[in-house]
């Protein structure tokens, strides 16, 4: 019995298995990749920057004509004068000359424009240029030489102003022509031309106003009151200034 007992003793018992490694922890599911932030809205293109206007050219006036012609004049000259420019540098052609003349109400003959401009020749008329202080010294001797207005020409200045088309013209108005257009009348010499000639209604027939100036020219307001008549087109024909310039063919004077 013991001897049984010590041979089940010393059978040998099983050998238990070593403990394997721990098994690894599970890994945690990969979170999201965070989504893209949102672009930013497209900004809309600049708008084009205007280009800056070139430079109006500067004026010098000779002094001797500041003595003859009043700032308001000058400046309306430069406004007709710069209708017809062809340059940047604001100059017209020797052939467009005789047209701003025109145009600011004197009418001098092409032999009286050439002879002003020292008699170019034919194929310069296009070519040279001049400015507005060239122009204006040339404009002074032309005005200094073209004859005495008619009277077609005084009437015809007076029929700008002529809004009903019945011969007559606002005394308001031809008052304002005689104080500010050509030799400016005073207000006392104004009223002395203009004694008797208003209806009851302050019309003047302007006829019947150029026959009384003409009676009257030796005196030297009723002159100038002659010409400022004959210079009251001239602003309105600047309104067509820019239709006669485009549609000029060729070389005039």
């Known amino acids: 019995m013991a001897t049984d007992k010590q041979d089940a003793d010393a059978t040998p018992k099983a050998a238990s298995p070593a403990p394997g490694p721990a098994p690894a922890a599970a890994s945690p599911a990969p979170s999201p990749a965070p989504s893209p932030a949102p672009a930013p809205p497209a900004k809309s293109p600049a708008p ?87 122009f204006l010294s040339v404009f002074y001797k032309v005005s200094q030489t073209v004859e005495k207005g008619t009277y077609e020409d005084f009437v015809e200045g007076l029929r700008v102003f002529d809004k009903q088309g019945d011969g007559t013209v606002m005394g308001a108005e031809l008052r304002h022509v005689l104080a500010t257009l050509g030799e400016r009348l005073t207000i006392g010499e104004v009223e002395q031309v203009m004694v008797g000639q208003e209806d009851m209604n302050g019309c003047i027939n302007y006829e019947d106003f150029v026959k009384h100036i003409m009676a009257n020219d030796a005196t030297a307001h009723h002159q100038a009151a002659g010409r400022a008549a004959a210079r009251g087109s001239a602003r309105a024909r600047r309104r067509d200034c820019s239709w006669r310039h485009n549609n000029t063919a060729g070389s005039t004077v």
């Open 48 to 134: 084009p920057s205007k280009a800056p206007a070139p430079p109006k050219p500067e004026i010098k006036i000779d002094p001797a004509l500041l003595r003859e012609f009043s700032t308001d004049q000058i400046e309306d000259f430069k406004e007709a004068f710069l209708l017809f420019a062809k340059t940047s540098a604001g100059e017209i052609s020797f052939g467009q000359c005789g047209d701003v003349m025109r145009a600011l109400g004197q009418n001098p003959t092409n032999a009286q424009v050439l002879e002003v401009l020292g008699m170019p020749k034919p194929e310069d008329m296009d070519s040279k240029m001049m400015n507005f202080e060239t």
